[in-house]
């Protein structure tokens, strides 16, 4: 097996639509100074993980009519506006009558992320039909992630492995909201119930140092990376987290991924794919702007406007290249 790697430096003609944001904390609950009157609903110390010291329990039962009762928790209202992604990261520890995890609520009030706890799953709800995105561990803390991208209406879901996403490009329950206004959740309202939760952050613009995750579909939108200051070491590029391809994404039948850098003057992009055969890659289209793309390759297309003209830059693994503008359809320069 070869790794194959090319670099690109394009020049900056995304002008101004980079720009840096650091992070921001929107919201953060650790249930350190909370009280309630409701019986159903209990701040606990916790001593059985070493990142949280305390907790809520929502607690179900029947009451004096007999009809079973249970508690509601909603977070204070928060403003994530102008977000390009948000996380919200949590821990929850359910019982097999839980029925509920942490719901994320639009600003007008619809739901935009919808997770319940049944049958031993994580169940989520992607624009109508539910989901299982994987396994509940009873009794047992978990951390859950969102990330979250108002501008697509999508979000991706991690379940106690931070690295991978357990389901990705999920679509909101109801599309009419956009942005995150609040959080919700509640205990079982038909049985005996505990659910836990903890430490809930919500953060606006979380870097991963890298392009936008979600690539099945146009728009990609180009999140902030690291800046340098002089062409990218070796110790620049391993600051950066790869985005992988794959066959769906981008075509790549074997394993690829790519990573970005820019500085004021240019873009950086390095493509890294793995190769089992190399000799087909030997052969290839040679010469300056000849008809590379029929070949295994890297095509990137720049649109600065997001339309005419656009700027479409091509290498295969032999190192040819290819860069055009087109304009209205026709190639004005090569």
């Given at each position: 097996?070869?790794?194959?790697?090319i670099?690109?430096?394009?020049?900056?003609?995304?002008?101004?639509?980079?720009?840096?944001?650091?992070?921001?904390?929107?919201?953060?609950?650790?249930f350190?100074?909370?009280?309630?009157?409701?019986?159903y609903?209990k701040?606990?110390?916790?001593?059985?993980?070493?990142?949280?010291?305390?907790?809520?329990?929502?607690?179900?039962?029947?009451?004096?009519?007999?009809?079973?009762?249970?508690?509601?928790?909603?977070?204070?209202?928060?403003d994530?506006?102008?977000?390009?992604?948000?996380?919200?990261?949590?821990?929850?520890?359910s019982?097999?009558?839980?029925h509920?995890?942490?719901?994320?609520?639009?600003?007008?009030g619809?739901?935009?992320?919808s997770?319940?706890?049944?049958?031993?799953?994580?169940s989520?709800?992607?624009?109508?039909?539910?989901?299982?995105?994987?396994?509940?561990?009873?009794?047992?803390?978990?951390?859950?992630?969102?990330?979250?991208?108002?501008?697509?209406?999508?979000?991706?879901?991690?379940?106690?492995?931070m690295?991978?996403?357990?389901?990705?490009?999920?679509?909101?329950?109801?599309?009419?909201?956009?942005?995150?206004?609040k959080?919700?959740?509640?205990?079982?309202?038909?049985?005996?119930?505990?659910?836990s939760?903890?430490?809930?952050?919500?953060?606006?613009?979380?870097s991963?140092?890298?392009?936008?995750?979600?690539?099945?579909?146009?728009?990609?939108?180009l999140?902030?990376?690291w800046?340098?200051?002089?062409?990218?070491?070796t110790?620049d590029?391993?600051?950066?987290?790869?985005v992988?391809?794959?066959?769906?994404r981008?075509?790549?039948e074997?394993?690829?991924?790519?990573?970005?850098?820019?500085d004021?003057?240019?873009?950086?992009?390095?493509?890294e794919?793995?190769a089992?055969?190399?000799?087909p890659?030997?052969?290839?289209v040679?010469?300056?702007?000849?008809?590379?793309?029929?070949?295994?390759?890297?095509?990137?297309?720049?649109?600065?406007?997001?339309?005419?003209?656009?700027?479409?830059l091509?290498?295969?693994?032999?190192?040819?290249?290819y860069?055009a503008?087109?304009?209205?359809?026709?190639?004005?320069?090569?």
């Amino acid at each position: 097996m070869k790794k194959i790697k090319i670099c690109a430096i394009v020049l900056a003609l995304l002008g101004n639509l980079l720009t840096l944001a650091a992070e921001t904390i929107l919201f953060k609950e650790n249930f350190a100074d909370c009280s309630s009157k409701n019986k159903y609903l209990k701040m606990a110390p916790v001593s059985d993980h070493s990142e949280i010291k305390q907790a809520l329990e929502l607690l179900s039962g029947k009451g004096p009519s007999g009809k079973f009762e249970t508690a509601t928790w909603v977070s204070p209202v928060f403003d994530a506006a102008n977000a390009e992604m948000l996380t919200v990261d949590y821990f929850l520890k359910s019982t097999p009558q839980s029925h509920y995890a942490l719901f994320v609520m639009g600003e007008n009030g619809k739901m935009i992320v919808s997770v319940l706890v049944e049958k031993g799953k994580f169940s989520c709800n992607s624009a109508g039909p539910w989901v299982n995105v994987g396994e509940v561990k009873y009794g047992q803390w978990q951390k859950i992630r969102y990330v979250i991208y108002p501008v697509k209406k999508t979000f991706d879901v991690y379940i106690d492995d931070m690295s991978v996403p357990a389901a990705r490009g999920l679509r909101y329950r109801f599309p009419e909201d956009t942005l995150p206004g609040k959080f919700w959740i509640k205990g079982s309202v038909t049985e005996d119930s505990q659910t836990s939760i903890a430490n809930i952050v919500l953060r606006q613009n979380k870097s991963f140092s890298g392009l936008s995750q979600d690539l099945a579909a146009a728009p990609y939108f180009l999140l902030p990376v690291w800046e340098v200051d002089k062409p990218p070491a070796t110790a620049d590029w391993e600051k950066v987290q790869p985005v992988e391809l794959g066959k769906i994404r981008a075509g790549a039948e074997e394993k690829s991924c790519f990573r970005a850098l820019w500085d004021k003057e240019n873009i950086y992009l390095q493509f890294e794919a793995e190769a089992k055969d190399m000799e087909p890659r030997k052969k290839g289209v040679t010469g300056k702007d000849q008809r590379i793309w029929i070949n295994d390759c890297v095509e990137i297309f720049l649109s600065p406007g997001g339309g005419y003209p656009y700027y479409q830059l091509v290498a295969n693994s032999i190192g040819s290249q290819y860069d055009a503008r087109v304009d209205l359809g026709s190639i004005v320069d090569r």
